[in-house]
């Protein structure tokens, strides 16, 4: 028996062009950096209590991977459905948002828990907002080969109904081609997660997901990631504080007959 060279047994590589990069860190405005722990400290202020809060990180559709700012919507502290972030709630934020702000991740403390880190209700939480976040973020990121087994050659009129049963795709053409590659655009989407706490720690993932849209392929995928504070020109003034502290005493609301799950939630 005659062995194949080995170059002829490696699967040959898929062609991919990049056509645009994802964030690799979470860029961050330091008026956003201060306004959570801003809200951290308010909420032990008005409550007398370290309570968990979330809220949503924002930008803008021209710049949509910066943080320029906070968004808090109503929490229901006394509710299952804090632990579980639903698209429900998402939509109903948005809604709220002026037209040219988008809703780039979230943010939440664990206030003065000593769990530094993201727990496995966040990692659900993760997928709820990259999904929804998906489509207002979503662009090209690359054209990638598609292997297709099969792939059939028909020349436009010069075949019979029957001749389309061949094969798994037909591709027809004007002119007889043998011959054929086919690159599909992989679409790219992400979205922030932060984690704070009292003491003044924060976490950072950035969560990525892509399709290919012939293929169908899709993958998510995380990292840990560094946070890049810039000066976006805002500070946060007094005013902003007192309608933070009014924004904290609507919107957050301790519970103070937590049932027996919500005390599990982190
Ligand atoms: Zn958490």
Redesign the pocket.
């Known amino acids: 028996m005659r062995f194949k060279s080995l170059s002829e047994l490696k699967r040959p590589e898929l062609r991919e062009i990049s056509l645009a990069s994802l964030p690799q860190n979470v860029t961050m405005a330091r008026y956003a950096r201060e306004k959570a722990f801003k809200i951290n400290e308010l909420v032990r202020t008005v409550y007398d209590d370290s309570l968990?809060w979330y809220g949503f990180t924002l930008g803008s559709k021209g710049n949509p991977e910066l943080i320029t700012d906070i968004g808090l919507p109503r929490n229901d502290l006394n509710l299952q459905t804090y632990t579980t972030l639903s698209s429900e709630k998402i939509a109903e934020f948005k809604e709220s948002l002026p037209d040219d702000v988008i809703i780039n991740g979230w943010i939440?403390s664990?206030g003065a828990l000593m769990?530094k880190q993201?727990?496995h209700?966040?990692e659900k939480n993760h997928l709820v907002v990259l999904d929804f976040v998906a489509a207002s973020l979503r662009r090209p990121v690359a054209k990638r080969e598609v292997v297709i087994k099969d792939l059939i050659f028909l020349v436009k009129d010069q075949f019979v109904e029957e001749d389309l049963t061949a094969g798994s795709v037909c591709l027809i053409t004007d002119a007889p081609v043998t011959v054929a590659t086919i690159m599909e655009t992989i679409y790219g989407s992400f979205c922030y997660a932060i984690?704070i706490g009292d003491e003044g720690w924060h976490e950072q993932q950035i969560h990525y997901k892509e399709n290919g849209v012939l293929s169908g392929h899709t993958a998510v995928s995380a990292k840990a990631a560094d946070i890049l504070l810039v000066d976006s020109g805002r500070v946060l003034t007094r005013l902003d504080i007192s309608e933070l502290r009014d924004e904290v005493e609507g919107k957050i609301q301790p519970n103070t007959n937590p049932p027996v799950e919500t005390m599990e939630?982190?």
Do not use: K
């Open positions: 968990e939440h664990h769990y993201f727990s209700t966040d984690v939630r982190m």
